[in-house]
């Protein structure tokens, strides 16, 4: 598929990019060459194939895929206050963040 001048430029817009002339022929070459490839893996007979939704071939019922949640310890709020620069008490206090 062969792009024209003016589906580079209207491409450039919309991604607020300004391109040199150098610029939009090499694009305008490269993304046809893109797009052709792309029809000609259209064109390939993949009827009798399974989709591939991943390629690692583990499943959830493979051993270590998914791990059971544990609670464990946290830091305690005191000590957690204990190393914050500036608190009223409960919480920590942070310089204004909005104008």
Known sequence: MK???????????LSRLDLTDAEVERFRAELSSILD???Q???????????TYQVT???SLDKNVTRVDKVTEQVSHDEL?????????RHIKV????V
């Not at 190393?83 to 008490?89: A, E, I, K, L």
């Not at 310089?95 to 909005?98: A, G, L, N, P, T």
Request: hydrophobic share 35%.
């Open 3 to 13: 792009l024209s001048r003016e589906d580079i430029l209207k491409l450039a817009k």
């Open 37 to 39: 490839y792309v029809e």
């Open 41 to 51: 893996l259209d064109s390939v007979d993949v009827s009798g194939l399974k989709p």
């Open 57 to 59: 071939g583990l499943t």
């Open 81 to 89: 206050m204990k190393n914050v620069p500036d608190s009223d008490g």
């Open 95 to 98: 310089k204004r963040m909005v």
